[in-house]
């Protein structure tokens, strides 16, 4: 009887052993990304793709921008584009896999990355999709004009992270600061004349730009909304007649200076253009390229609130 009982008690003790082990190997395989049970992650992508991410170990991110934010998300960055001069010195992991325009899916490939994040509006990365899937690696495709498409996409990207706490600092803090700056509109509803300078030309940009967005929701009348003949044609006649109250510059390039020297030979030099009202009261403000052409990001709010104190006055 006492050999049964024996028996008995180190079957039960092999038996739980086998319950323990089973349980840690379930752990370990469960295990993913931000420290949540590893299940498939499924959204909707910027042109419609549906995405599905499982297992995803290599990241690569094309544009300062996106990698930024796939950064303040607590994404883990295996590559990016050479634009993101700085993520790339400050992190020496980091692959730089080219250029932002023109990626390539064979750098892409050789690097081993499983997952891309692309832009939605550079056909360079458009193109990429059928090869990138065809090779078994999902691609997402994001626009971010708005605070709000900065906002959606960092839902999918704490979603995914698990950093549910990054999302309330870089999203849900800044929301709240380009709440306050709008509250600070008076009514007054200041017209402005919004312009985009690089090195061979400027142009006239409306309401459905980034800055246009910005100036429309602190309570701004842009004149290119309902004369849009200006978007064509940078009309000086047109800009007389309309006499904005306020005229802001953003610049794209690599130079601000040859970027603005195209202000000066297309505009300013017109005699004219020294009697716009914007002018004479000094109104005519060059805006901060990180801030205002680059996707500002976590400082979406700080874009928001040096525009209401040029428009409203410093609090």
Same mark, same amino acid.
């Given at each position: 009887?006492?050999?049964? =009982?024996?028996?008995?008690?180190?079957?039960?003790?092999?038996?739980?052993?086998?319950?323990?082990?089973?349980? *840690?190997?379930?752990?370990?395989?469960?295990?993913? /990304?931000?420290?949540?049970? !590893?299940?498939?992650?499924?959204?909707?992508?910027?042109?419609?793709?549906?995405? &599905?991410?499982?297992?995803?170990?290599?990241?690569?991110?094309?544009?300062?921008?996106?990698?930024? *934010?796939?950064?303040?998300?607590?994404?883990?960055? *295996?590559?990016?584009?050479? #634009?993101?001069?700085?993520?790339? #010195?400050?992190?020496?992991?980091?692959?730089n896999l080219g250029a932002l325009k023109t990626p390539s899916a064979e750098a892409i490939m050789a690097e081993n990355m499983d997952f891309v994040?692309?832009? =939605?509006?550079? +056909?360079?990365?458009?193109?990429?999709?059928?090869?990138? !899937?065809?090779?078994?690696?999902?691609?997402?495709?994001?626009?971010?004009?708005?605070? @709000?498409?900065?906002?959606?996409?960092?839902?999918?990207?704490?979603?995914?992270?698990?950093?549910?706490?990054?999302?309330? !600092?870089?999203?849900?803090?800044?929301?709240?600061?380009? @709440?306050? /700056?709008?509250? &600070?509109? #008076?009514?007054?509803?200041?017209?402005?004349?919004?312009?985009?300078?690089? =090195?061979?030309?400027? &142009?006239?940009?409306?309401? #459905?730009?980034?800055?246009?967005?910005?100036?429309?929701?602190?309570?701004?009348?842009?004149?290119?909304?309902?004369?849009?003949?200006?978007?064509?044609?940078?009309?000086?006649?047109?800009?007389?007649?309309?006499?904005?109250?306020?005229?802001?510059?953003?610049?794209?390039?690599? +130079?601000? @200076?040859a970027a603005l020297s195209m202000v000066d030979e297309l505009l300013a030099s017109n005699p004219a253009w020294q009697g716009l009202t914007a002018? /004479? @009261?000094? &109104?005519?403000?060059?805006?901060?390229? !990180?801030?205002?052409?680059?996707?500002?990001?976590?400082?979406?709010?700080?874009?928001?609130?040096?525009?209401?104190d040029i428009l409203y006055g410093k609090e």
């Amino acid at each position: 009887m006492k050999r049964c =009982s024996m028996w008995k008690v180190l079957v039960l003790f092999l038996v739980l052993c086998c319950v323990l082990m089973l349980g *840690a190997c379930k752990s370990l395989s469960d295990s993913k /990304q931000g420290g949540e049970p !590893e299940t498939e992650f499924v959204f909707t992508d910027a042109l419609g793709h549906e995405v &599905r991410l499982k297992n995803v170990e290599r990241t690569a991110v094309f544009s300062e921008s996106l990698a930024q *934010a796939w950064l303040l998300a607590g994404g883990e960055l *295996a590559g990016t584009s050479e #634009d993101a001069e700085d993520i790339l #010195d400050a992190h020496s992991e980091t692959v730089n896999l080219g250029a932002l325009k023109t990626p390539s899916a064979e750098a892409i490939m050789a690097e081993n990355m499983d997952f891309v994040i692309l832009s =939605s509006a550079l +056909s360079g990365h458009v193109k990429l999709y059928d090869t990138l !899937e065809k090779a078994g690696i999902a691609t997402a495709y994001f626009a971010v004009e708005t605070f @709000e498409d900065y906002k959606a996409m960092m839902k999918i990207f704490t979603d995914f992270t698990g950093h549910k706490d990054l999302y309330e !600092e870089n999203v849900g803090s800044v929301e709240e600061l380009i @709440e306050k /700056q709008m509250e &600070r509109a #008076d009514g007054s509803s200041p017209t402005v004349l919004l312009l985009r300078a690089y =090195s061979t030309g400027v &142009r006239a940009k409306n309401s #459905d730009t980034m800055t246009g967005r910005m100036l429309l929701d602190l309570g701004c009348v842009n004149i290119a909304d309902s004369d849009t003949g200006l978007l064509e044609d940078l009309n000086m006649e047109a800009i007389l007649v309309a006499d904005p109250d306020f005229i802001f510059v953003t610049t794209m390039g690599s +130079s601000q @200076e040859a970027a603005l020297s195209m202000v000066d030979e297309l505009l300013a030099s017109n005699p004219a253009w020294q009697g716009l009202t914007a002018v /004479q @009261e000094d &109104r005519f403000y060059v805006l901060e390229k !990180e801030l205002f052409h680059n996707k500002p990001n976590n400082r979406w709010g700080e874009s928001y609130e040096i525009l209401a104190d040029i428009l409203y006055g410093k609090e």
